[in-house]
């Protein structure tokens, strides 16, 4: 894996025209196939899918505000075409702040997907804190009409509000420009979006949609991804965690391990037996320096030897669970890092382990697109 190239700062969020499914097709299983290969056929079915009246294409630019609720959380975003040709003045000076590496392939694949498509299917997710003048901007289009107010396929509810009238972009863009936002979803698209930019400068390629979230007005859910180590024996991480500074095991009951989950300790289990790793002693602010998974990774799997044959990347406690077996696979309970910790992770250019949040819930894709050749 590698780290996605940092080149975006100050940050520049520009007026697009929106591509949106009808409300009763969003979330609809067709979606997919609107989408789906041959992907150079996408434009036309798109065009197809508009003539039926199953697609509209906002006559005008604008900067959209777009809040979506799902079981009861409702999260708010400002949706823009984020200029990519920007170059920070320092190291350490990018808009945009990757978490995790990308698979290079994988990059590619997604490259020349979008290239075919012509097409932002949905905005990557940014996470930021907003400055009092953004979060204003974002309350003021709020007080009209909003351009779309629906409940899609999947009962997941939208309001969207346009902001078109050029002193008021003009004001959210000047609040945004000192904008230091981490990438909660799409880390290989931001890459193929770059990738794209520098193919063909000076094109609408130049852009990339995107999502903005202000995490103190409404947060994303920061969810855990488990671990399953498949060969990997309680015994053989018992003496991994012996072998590094810092780290400390205890066995103890299921509903013992379950209760001392937390952000300075992981919880190891084969089903049979439980174990807790904690780590950064009794210090609040040591606790704060590092990530559980980080701990897993760096300092706990480099020492075992041989290591896992294979590791699984899971969402659910029950599934995670399901999987261990003893002497053949230990589950591995994680506590989700803060958003604190991630933000500061990775503005020290830092990389967090593959697969080490889950940022909840994600919007439906087709309710904001961008056509590439409508700039």
Same mark, same amino acid.
């Not at 609040?175 to 290989?188: K, N, Y």
């Not at 024996?233 to 379950?258: F, K």
């Not at 089903?271 to 780590?279: D, G, H, L, Y």
């Not at 949040?357 to 590439?372: A, D, E, H, L, W």
């Given at each position: 894996?590698?780290?996605?190239?940092?080149?975006?700062?100050?940050?520049?969020?520009?007026?697009?025209?929106?591509?949106?499914?009808?409300?009763?097709?969003?979330?609809?299983?067709?979606?997919?196939?609107?989408?789906?290969?041959?992907?150079?056929?996408?434009?036309?079915?798109?065009?197809?899918?508009?003539?039926?009246?199953?697609?509209?294409?906002?006559?005008?630019?604008?900067?959209?505000?777009?809040?979506?609720?799902?079981?009861?959380?409702?999260?708010?975003?400002?949706?823009?075409?984020?200029?990519?040709?920007?170059?920070?003045?320092?190291?350490?000076?990018?808009?945009?702040?990757?978490?995790?590496?990308?698979?290079?392939?994988?990059?590619?694949?997604?490259?020349?997907?979008?290239?075919?498509?012509?097409?932002?299917?949905?905005?990557?997710?940014?996470?930021?804190? $907003?400055?009092? +003048?953004?979060?204003?901007?974002?309350?003021?289009?709020?007080? !009209? #009409?909003? /351009?779309?107010?629906? &409940?899609? %396929?999947?009962?997941?509810?939208?309001?969207?509000?346009?902001?078109?009238?050029?002193?008021?972009?003009?004001?959210?863009?000047?609040?945004?420009?000192?904008?230091?936002?981490?990438?909660?979803?799409?880390?290989?698209?931001?890459?193929?979006?770059?990738?794209?930019?520098?193919?063909?400068?000076?094109?609408?390629?130049?852009?990339?949609?995107?999502?903005?979230?202000?995490?103190?007005?409404?947060?994303?859910?920061?969810?855990?991804?488990?671990?399953?180590?498949?060969?990997?024996?309680?015994?053989?991480?018992?003496?991994?965690?012996?072998?590094?500074?810092?780290?400390?095991?205890?066995?103890?009951?299921?509903?013992? $391990?379950?209760? +001392?989950?937390?952000?300075?300790?992981?919880?190891?289990?084969? !089903? #049979?037996? /439980?174990?807790?790793? &904690?780590? %950064?002693?009794?210090?609040?602010?040591?606790?704060?320096?590092?990530?559980?998974?980080?701990?897993?990774?760096?300092?706990?799997?480099?020492?075992?030897?041989?290591?896992?044959?294979?590791?699984?990347?899971?969402?659910?406690?029950?599934?995670?669970?399901?999987?261990?077996?003893?002497?053949?696979?230990?589950?591995?309970?994680?506590?989700?890092?803060?958003?604190?910790?991630?933000?500061?992770?990775?503005?020290?250019?830092?990389?967090?382990?593959?697969?080490?949040?889950?940022?909840?819930?994600?919007?439906?894709?087709?309710?904001?697109?961008?056509?590439?050749?409508?700039?």
């Amino acid at each position: 894996m590698t780290t996605p190239p940092v080149v975006v700062a100050p940050f520049r969020l520009l007026p697009f025209r929106a591509i949106s499914l009808d409300p009763r097709r969003t979330g609809h299983r067709g979606v997919a196939r609107v989408l789906a290969r041959p992907y150079r056929g996408v434009t036309e079915r798109l065009d197809a899918w508009e003539s039926a009246g199953r697609l509209a294409r906002d006559p005008e630019a604008a900067v959209y505000v777009h809040e979506y609720t799902t079981s009861g959380i409702t999260v708010r975003g400002l949706v823009g075409a984020l200029d990519l040709t920007h170059r920070p003045e320092s190291d350490g000076g990018s808009a945009v702040l990757p978490h995790e590496g990308v698979h290079l392939d994988q990059a590619a694949e997604l490259t020349d997907r979008m290239r075919e498509m012509q097409v932002n299917p949905a905005p990557i997710l940014l996470v930021h804190r $907003a400055r009092p +003048a953004t979060r204003a901007a974002v309350y003021r289009a709020m007080a !009209s #009409e909003p /351009w779309q107010s629906f &409940t899609d %396929a999947e009962g997941q509810r939208h309001r969207i509000w346009a902001v078109r009238e050029p002193g008021a972009v003009q004001a959210l863009q000047e609040s945004l420009r000192a904008t230091r936002a981490v990438i909660a979803d799409g880390h290989h698209r931001y890459a193929a979006y770059l990738r794209l930019s520098q193919e063909r400068p000076g094109t609408p390629w130049d852009r990339g949609l995107v999502m903005l979230v202000d995490q103190d007005d409404t947060p994303l859910f920061l969810g855990a991804i488990h671990r399953v180590l498949h060969d990997v024996g309680l015994d053989d991480l018992r003496s991994a965690v012996l072998g590094a500074p810092g780290l400390e095991w205890s066995e103890a009951g299921e509903s013992d $391990a379950v209760a +001392a989950l937390a952000p300075g300790a992981l919880v190891v289990t084969d !089903s #049979e037996r /439980w174990a807790v790793i &904690t780590f %950064a002693g009794a210090s609040p602010d040591a606790v704060q320096c590092r990530a559980a998974v980080e701990v897993l990774h760096h300092d706990v799997l480099p020492r075992l030897d041989p290591g896992p044959s294979s590791t699984e990347y899971v969402h659910r406690v029950d599934d995670v669970l399901r999987r261990a077996r003893p002497g053949a696979a230990t589950a591995v309970l994680l506590p989700a890092p803060g958003f604190d910790v991630v933000m500061r992770i990775v503005s020290e250019q830092g990389l967090l382990p593959e697969k080490a949040t889950s940022f909840q819930p994600k919007p439906t894709t087709g309710v904001i697109m961008r056509s590439v050749p409508d700039g």
